[in-house]
Every structure is written in C-alpha cells, then in structure tokens.
C-alpha cells in the first residue's frame, strides 16, 4: 500500500535525548496532488528540523518525488540522510534517480541510507521465482534481486545502514528499526514469500517507522505501517546517539 501515516503519541519509546524538534514536513509522493504536481501509488515526504533533513521514502515511480520538489521548489541537496521503511518499489523507487540529479553538484545529497534489517532479504513468488520489485514496468530502475538493487546504489556513492535497534539519526530524530509483532495486526499484502518452498509468507520484517520529538510528544511517520501502528507505538528499545 503506497500511503504514508502521521500519528501523535504521548509516549513511544524512550531516549537517551530529550532534544525536541519542530519538524516542517512536505509530501513528495502520494495518490493526492496538487495541480501542478504528481499524484502516484507511493509515498515520500521530507521532513525539515533544526538539526537537519531527512528524506523519508522516495516513491514508486522513477522522478515523481524530482518533478514534484521542483514544482513545490523544495530543495533536497541539504539532505543527506534517507529512511527506507520497507523495500516495497512504492516506497524505494525513486532513489536512484533522485541520486543521480544531485550527486555530482552535491556529492553529500541522500548519500546515506536507513533501512532495518531483513530489507536485503531475498523474497520470492509462489512458484518459487525471485522477485523483489513490484511487478507493472512502470519505473526503469526495477531489480529482480535485492543484491542488483544494492549493487546499483552503491556504485552511486550511496552507504546503506542496516540498523536492528532504535537510534537517533539526528537530535530529536528516531528510527525505531524491525518493528515487534506484538499485537495481531495485519497489513501485509499476500502472494510473496521469504523462502523459495513459500511456507513463510512475507510480512515485511524489515518495516520501520520515524519518531519526531516534539514538545506536545511524539509524531510518528509510517509508510504504510505493514509492522501495524500500533506495534508501532508500543515499539520500545534504547537510542543509540547519531553519527
């Protein structure tokens, strides 16, 4: 599901910083738009705090998230930073793309990139093919394999941080990592599989959200919430101090 959520919480779970932020947030890719922009199945969103910026998701289709920040006028050079929440093409699309229309004026731009562990895992059909992109030939940078998706990021100067735990990215800014099951939530679209036999259906383990710290408590941004939103809230473990 290309969709993105906002939620406010009174507590999530807890820092080892109290700094808070007052993020100014702007959606690059949803199935709404405005005249002059794009509207698509996927989701992005920049996310703009005093300690810096944060490109949350990319889209789905190749140079959605580039067409609409130039019609928006939103510049993501000052963006170094990425959270991918899950490796859905809906949500990964556009990084190589986006990457390539900065990097040379600005080598430092979406150059590195959050993603919770199990998003490099292989998933495969029912018949046992490997698959990883969404299916429809509607973006140009499709894989087959996570390793070709990785490989052809990578040779653009992009590092990947798999992260398992909660860690502050930037003051005031928290990934929660591979969400905890705890509740029987479900939002999992069916028919693929993380083994080739198909007797594990996948359930996206890798699906993380973001914890903004602000002064009236935590906003979490989701895309697509496939841990559920509510594990989401309850998610708790320790941050680790940002690079």
């Known amino acids: 599901m290309g969709i993105g959520l906002f939620v406010l919480v009174e507590a999530a779970w807890p820092a080892e910083s109290d700094y808070a932020v007052d993020p100014e947030i702007t959606l690059l890719s949803t199935m709404l738009a405005s005249f002059a922009g794009e509207g698509e199945w996927g989701f992005s969103a920049l996310i703009e705090t005093e300690a810096g910026s944060v490109l949350f998701d990319t889209g789905f289709k190749q140079a959605t998230v580039w067409r609409n920040s130039r019609v928006l006028g939103v510049d993501l050079s000052g963006a170094r930073d990425v959270v991918l929440t899950h490796y859905h093409t809906d949500h990964t699309g556009g990084l190589i793309h986006l990457r390539k229309q900065l990097m040379e004026a600005f080598p430092d731009a979406l150059s590195r990139v959050y993603v919770g562990k199990g998003f490099?895992?292989?998933?495969?059909?029912?018949?046992?093919q490997p698959?990883?992109?969404?299916?429809?030939?509607?973006?140009?940078?499709?894989?087959?394999?996570?390793?070709?998706?990785?490989?052809?990021a990578e040779g653009l100067g992009i590092e990947f941080i798999e992260i398992e735990e909660a860690r502050e990215i930037l003051p005031g800014v928290h990934?929660?990592?591979?969400?905890?099951?705890?509740?029987?939530?479900?939002?999992v679209s069916p028919g693929r599989f993380l083994d080739a036999a198909a007797r594990r259906p996948d359930n996206i383990p890798e699906s993380q959200v973001i914890g903004l710290?602000?002064?009236?408590?935590?906003?979490?941004?989701?895309?697509?919430?496939?841990?559920?939103?509510?594990n989401a809230t309850a998610r708790c473990g320790k941050s680790v101090p940002y690079p």
């Open 213 to 230: 710290l602000t002064n009236a408590g935590w906003l979490l941004v989701s895309g697509c919430g496939h841990a559920g939103i509510v």
């Open 131 to 152: 698959v990883y992109s969404l299916p429809g030939g509607l973006n140009p940078d499709e894989f087959d394999t996570p390793e070709d998706f990785r490989r052809a």
């Open 120 to 128: 490099f895992q292989q998933r495969f059909m029912l018949d046992g």
């Open 175 to 187: 990934l929660t990592g591979p969400i905890e099951r705890r509740h029987d939530e479900r939002n």
